[in-house]
């Protein structure tokens, strides 16, 4: 969210940081059957896609998404 040109940056910041929040709390309380990198990985990119559409800044939100939630997933593992 940095780097974008936004009209309120502060509401935006809070927004993402929100976000990310909620799909760590996500990954460390749902049960799939897989390995726990990969549980978070698809639960990241999962969420991830919303924002990525809203902000058409596709591959920087989903890489995080996806390299965020693998290893939030394998700690929570």
Do not use: E
Request: proline share 6%; charged share 10%; glycine share 12%.
């Amino acid at each position: 969210m940095i780097p974008l040109k936004m009209q309120d940056k502060k509401r935006a910041m809070l927004g993402a940081f929100t976000h990310r929040f909620g799909i760590g709390f996500l990954i460390c309380n749902a049960s799939l059957p897989w390995y726990g990198w990969l549980n978070g990985c698809l639960i990241g990119v999962l969420l991830s896609i919303p924002p990525a559409v809203i902000t058409k800044s596709y591959v920087p939100i989903l890489v995080v998404g996806a390299i965020g939630g693998a290893i939030i997933g394998y700690i929570a593992a």
